[in-house]
């Protein structure tokens, strides 16, 4: 008795966070075609310089497995600490055109960031979710300031 009462209880809360889930993404696309044709285009650009970034974040982890794995083996240190800096870096990077997408819709979250849809998700709009997105920017900051270096690096390296 007691597995099937637990089994309903965890099948109702995945029915709820679809629900949770369905009601968001409805607010969100509301919200989003009330916007001009200009804010539409740079929230696309930015979904897609979101997916690349990710990416990047996932080479530079394979990469720092790489170094860690030829640090452990023959024991040298040459690359190991910078594969795992430029892996920080990536992922200070990744959060650089979350912030950016907020300031452009004053709304957050908006769909770029990952939110966890256990409960209802509560979706901001006006002009103080600029300052959010400031923050969340200017945490992006240090891995913007060195991706192109970065990238420029791994892509003389693997070419």
Do not use: C
């Amino acid at each position: 008795m007691k597995t099937q009462t637990k089994l309903q209880t965890s099948m109702g809360g995945e029915e709820t966070m679809l629900d949770h889930k369905r009601v968001y993404f409805e607010t969100f696309k509301a919200y989003l075609d009330k916007q001009p044709g200009i804010v539409k285009t740079l929230h696309k650009i930015l979904k897609v310089f979101a997916a690349v970034n990710f990416a990047l974040v996932a080479y530079f982890f394979v990469t720092g497995l790489y170094w860690t794995f030829v640090w452990i083996t023959t024991g040298a240190l040459d690359q190991l600490g910078v594969s795992w800096a430029n892996y920080g870096l990536s992922m200070s990077f990744l959060v650089f055109p979350w912030g950016l997408d907020i300031m452009l819709l004053r709304a957050w979250p908006t769909e770029l960031q990952p939110i966890s849809y256990s409960k209802p998700v509560v979706f901001r709009t006006g002009p103080m979710q600029i300052l959010a997105g400031f923050g969340i920017t200017a945490a992006g900051g240090p891995g913007a300031a060195n991706m192109i270096r970065l990238v420029s690096e791994a892509l003389q390296k693997f070419l």
